[in-house]
């Protein structure tokens, strides 16, 4: 059985696509087959692995709601460079999700958060690791996102404005959870562009831990780092596999480790 991990976060700019590209990246590398779904317009994912988004003539969304356009979800799973690894890219296409989904809710779709989970349904299992990256906040996208999850990783920019946001984000997502009755954990919150150097980092490491209660803070935190900016831009591909020793693709190692992943 597939485990599938969405990556989330209340902010865009906050290392999602890059936390998830990486893991998916870290999964094949250890002879895992892997899947990265985009449902973010954005493409980052694609872009990450070299790819033009607006090339993909099929993607994600016509998995979700354009059922007809394709035989099975394998219509909009592509190759990348990298052994074992294989997208499902989201392009502007994405755009109209809501617009279509919410105006037709009657008669086409009854269950608007299922569209993902009952689209991959076919293939989910064809793959040890599926790895969903998201665009930022909470709606219909995300809320596909985490149907079709077990487990759902929340990314947290080391700051003190995201403290309160991504807390009530987990709430949600819990309440969800509870509403949808889904079988998914929430792994815990893992800090990102952490710099060790800046007091607002560390402060809001503390404050986020006397905050959050229950929920699993990774004791890994991923450093600030001007590698990942240039990375997927120079060689189409995800950092990790580009400088194996770097200390902030160590991060991504032990983070991997940390939270039992392979
Ligand atoms: P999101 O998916 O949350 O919008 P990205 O993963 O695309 O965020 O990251 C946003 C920008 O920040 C990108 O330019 C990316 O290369 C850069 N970035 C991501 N993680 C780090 C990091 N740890 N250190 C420095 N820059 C980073
Ligand atoms: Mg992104």
Redesign the pocket.
């Known amino acids: 059985m597939a485990v599938v991990i969405s990556v989330l976060a209340n902010k865009?700019g906050v290392g999602?696509?890059v936390t998830?590209t990486s893991i998916a990246a870290i999964l094949s590398q250890q002879s895992k087959k892997v899947l990265l779904i985009d449902v973010?317009h954005?493409g980052?994912?694609s872009l990450t692995f070299g790819f033009d988004p607006d090339k993909f003539k099929i993607t994600t969304f016509d998995v979700m709601v354009n059922k007809n356009k394709i035989k099975t979800a394998n219509a909009a799973i592509f190759t990348t460079e990298i052994e074992n690894l294989y997208i499902m890219p989201a392009n502007d296409d994405m755009t109209g999700l809501e617009f279509e989904v919410l105006t037709k809710l009657n008669e086409k779709y009854p269950n608007p958060f299922c569209l993902l989970r009952d689209g991959i349904a076919p293939i989910r299992d064809t793959y040890d690791y599926i790895v969903i990256?998201?665009?930022p906040s909470l709606g219909l996208a995300q809320g596909n996102a985490l149907v079709a999850s077990n487990k759902a990783l929340v990314v947290f920019q080391t700051d003190y404005l995201p403290i309160r946001s991504t807390l009530k984000m987990i709430e949600n997502i819990k309440m969800f959870i509870k509403h949808q009755k889904l079988d998914l954990e929430v792994m815990g919150i893992l800090g990102t562009m952490y710099d060790s150097r800046v007091r607002i980092c560390n402060q809001s490491i503390d404050e986020l831990k006397k905050t959050a209660n229950d929920i699993r803070l990774f004791k890994t935190l991923i450093p600030r780092t001007t590698l990942f900016s240039s990375m997927p831009a120079y060689y189409g591909k995800p950092a990790v596999l580009v400088e194996p020793n770097n200390h902030l693709v160590n991060a991504y190692y032990e983070f991997i480790k940390e939270a039992e992943l392979n």
Do not use: C
């Open positions: 865009g999602k696509t998830a973010d954005q980052s994912a990256d998201t665009p």
